[in-house]
């Protein structure tokens, strides 16, 4: 006996011989780069079907075409956000302990070397010693000493018993003030570029529909028959 089970786009695949028995059943399944081809075998007819409703097949044997791209997609996903927890959690327990701390830059003071939106972290002066060429944060304040704002600038002269001339890179002219240890709030160490300008109320309107959204493509692949 010669049955033909089923026709990919590259080759025929036939079965041949004899049963012994009225209800024997073969199960074949075909996989390749091109997908999963699975056809039911009876003694009189020939089923196509998907061989996850028979047998639960070991991963690597069905991950095949857009099942391997959802895999590795998903465990990309996956450790991009293990990664993101632990950064967010070593920052929030930095940030308790007072060993740093963040600030997103809004002006254009420090361009190039800082633009907008950029996220900068800082420690503090007891961990790391101010000096000339530090980019600092400091508070600056009126002559009656009431908090104005603050600011992040490069040292580029003074000391801490006189104060600190700083100076935004892009400025034309040194800061009035010339802060002292006291009012320096934090030494920059790191930055991250551009990542400040998502965290705006605006930005997270969009950003976090579409990761909803994209977890729900997610599902539904993962799910799709």
Known sequence: MSREVFVTEHEDIRIEGESNSYDSKILVTLSSVFGEKTALITPTEVIE???KLFVQAPRERVTVGAKKVERKLTTYTRNIGYVLTAILVLFSVSSAMGLMKA???LTGSMV??????DVVFLAPPARINPKIGS???YTARRFDGTPVGTFTHRIISGDPISGY????DANPTPDIQHPKIPDISGVEFFKIPFIGKLITPKSLLIIVPCIVGFWFVMDALKNED
Do not use: A, E, Q, W
């Open 135 to 137: 980019i600092v944060s």
């Open 165 to 168: 001339v700083v100076k935004g």
């Open 112 to 117: 190039p070397t800082i633009n907008p939106g």
């Open 49 to 51: 079907s998907k061989s």
């Open 103 to 105: 600030r997103i830059v």
